[in-house]
């Protein structure tokens, strides 16, 4: 498997089939890990950097559970294919524009994906549609374990495992679930929801993690507290207390919109439809914006000209790196956006 | 060109934002109403939020913040600078300095519990020997002394083989 195969498929975080998928994109975890041997990176040598490097790929090379995984070392990937395993969410943005030694293995599926030197380590993430917390609990487990086996972490009795910055500390569990939230924004009710998260002690993003807006309606929620709790505690706060609260809050805000603003509601839907059939010049942000209607529309009923497969699809291949890779090379400002705007044509007068 | 918030017609606009409906037109608002619009996400960096607890509370530390770690050299100065620990034995050097400074990130938890690695034993030994020997091997090179840097090189490989995992 190579970095041009993954381009051909949209991954199985984005198959918008698992379960409350109608509002849930994705669930993530991840571990963070340390080498015990080693000094965190903030203060690793480029030898020390390069054999912490080298001893995470050999660990994998060998381990059962990532056979035929794609390994990338991200130096010698150029700057679009960093761009695409961001949109595909296999790397951070913060991994991509690194430095020095530093890569990602990514299963064959793309449900599992291992950073080597971006904060930590070593992070570990499991990734599927829908809400699956459980199950990707149990990928990223397993993963870990096996790694375990392999590679010494450092731990401490008292702190748990330990991490570069000590707002990881102790379980060094990152769960992370993607909500498409385009009612409680249209009712403006989403601040509400933010906030009583917050309070929760836990981070509201945009899709793409720290310091990224809300675009398309996508918020991404995630813990900040790692230490006193055990993982299954973690996630089981998520899966069965608060995402669901998140969902029903959203299904009401579209229940309610489809009851005394179904015109408006219609109106806007339809409306994005006749503008992505037409646009000769489009952003990736307003084909974010513009599918966020469609894909409510095509969930509650309304919206019958595609189906959540093209849309995927469409979510996917308008996002700058997706769209360059297919076009087979680099595409600046004005450029893109027509080529984005024809993909989009394509794609709907099939 | 300078916006005034077309929201509220007090605060600068810092928000720009192209909407498509009913037809493309322009917004202009600041930050505090394209929050509430749900426009933006302001970001609340945990990290920093965090970070800044630790600054705050390091004032009284009497010079204990001059102590470096052995192994990398990191002080808990440094460490307040950055928010990085530069090393898994900063955690034991700092232990009782960082102990508030956790409860408070953590919601007043002060022990790990859940997953342990089955080669926790081992892995705090290596962590407080191996980087200092792997450094001190460095230095021996880089200085030419390689009867010193022949002796840490074994050093290094006995405790690598007293604790390697068992695979
Ligand atoms: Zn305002
Ligand atoms: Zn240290």
Redo the contacts with the bound molecule.
Sequence with gaps: MTIDDLTNTTGEWLRGEGPDSDVVISSRVRLARNLAEYPFLSTASETERTEIYRAVTEAVATNAGWSDALSIDLTEADEINRALLVERHLISRQHAVGEGSRGVTVSTDETLALMINEEDHLRTQALRSGLQLDQIWKDVNEADDALSQQLAFAFDQQFGYLTACPTNVGTGIRVSVMLHLPALKLTKEIEKVARAARDMRLAVRGMYGEGTDAVGDLFQISNQTTLGKTEEEIISAFGRDIIPKIVEYEHAARESLVRHRMYQLDDKIWRAYGLLCNARCISSEETLALLSPIRMGIHLGRFSAFGQATLNELFLYTQPAHLQKRHGKPLEGEQRGVARAEHIRGVLSR | MHYV?Q??N??RATVHITETMPEKHERH??D??AEKEGVIVKQHHPTNTILQEFIKHKTGLGGADEKACPDCGLTFREFQQSGQFGCPNDYEVFRSLLEPLIERAHENATHHVGKVPHTADESLKRQSGLTRLRRALQEAIEDENYELAARVRDEIRAMQSADAPES
Excluded: D, F, P, V
């Design positions: 918030c929201n509220c007090q605060a608002l600041c505090e109403c």
